[in-house]
């Protein structure tokens, strides 16, 4: 189990350094697509199958099939790397440093407090891991579900609509 | 021997770091939105962690929920990004400066 996942936190930070370093977008988005795979396999070390199923299919699936296919449409070249003006960097210094100091805090911070609750891994196994996130989704979480649904139909009407208006 | 919980929590806030320091580096507008879903990814495997660690379902619930507004972001911004393509303007995000004038 342990060695499992430091195994997968090498990948996953491999194929994130991927995303952010290649030159060419078709590499980012190849990266992108180990990444999203990794974290799957990460979701279902943590007894979280609807989730892995759900990664896959919407962001491995779905939105990396978008990226790639813009990608071919668009063949965007590699990055040129243009010169810069001296003052970003002061910019750039003063909040990497506030950043790093964030993310160490995050880091070796070991007093975080919950209440634990009731489903244990075993509970949700008892009944089925798809059977207990459905009813949570559909009972106790049924406003946001449905505030999402809206939300995802005003994305399909506004894509449709940016993609007849012709810009000059 | 079981994972630690905060293990998860501190790759997840590794990625989300890789994520910012890409989203402030990269100028393609493709790859700054493929910076953006890394980093609702840490976020989602924070979620995941937590739900798993508090013995709960809240944080699947809600990874899930992040997982469906990536989408819709996903499908809105690529529609700006071809748009922006097809008015044959450069494919660089310092260069897009429209909303300024």
């Known amino acids: 189990m342990v060695a499992g996942f430091a195994i997968l936190a090498v990948w996953e930070f491999l194929t994130a350094l991927g995303v952010v370093a290649f030159r060419r977008p078709i590499y980012n988005a190849m990266s992108l697509v180990a990444n999203m795979l990794g974290l799957a396999v990460l979701f279902l070390l943590l007894n979280a199958q609807f989730l892995f199923a759900a990664q896959i299919i919407v962001y491995a699936g779905a939105v990396m099939v978008l990226f790639v296919f813009i990608i071919a449409l668009l063949n965007p070249g590699p990055e040129l790397t243009l010169e810069r003006r001296g003052t970003e960097w002061i910019y750039a210094a003063v909040f990497g440093v506030i950043f790093a100091v964030l993310l160490g805090a995050l880091l070796f911070n070991r007093s975080l407090t919950g209440r634990p609750g009731k489903l244990t891994p075993e509970a949700i196994n008892a009944v089925g891991n798809v059977q207990s996130t459905g009813a949570a989704l559909y009972t106790s979480f049924l406003l946001p579900v449905e505030v999402t649904s809206v939300l995802l139909l005003v994305a399909a009407v506004g894509a449709v609509y940016l993609a007849m208006r012709r810009i000059r | ?101």
């Open chain 2, 1 to 101: 021997m079981p994972v630690p919980a905060y293990s998860f929590l501190m790759l997840s806030g590794v990625l989300f770091t890789m994520g910012a320091i890409g989203f402030l580096l990269r100028r393609n507008p493709l790859v700054v939105f493929m910076c953006i879903e890394l980093m609702l990814n840490a976020v989602n495997l924070a979620f995941a962690a937590m739900s798993r660690y508090l013995n709960s379902l809240d944080g699947v619930v809600f990874a899930f929920l992040v997982i469906t507004v990536a989408a819709a972001e996903v499908v809105v911004g690529i529609a700006i990004i071809v748009q922006v393509y097809r008015a044959g303007r450069q494919m660089d995000v310092d260069e897009l400066d429209l909303m300024k004038e």
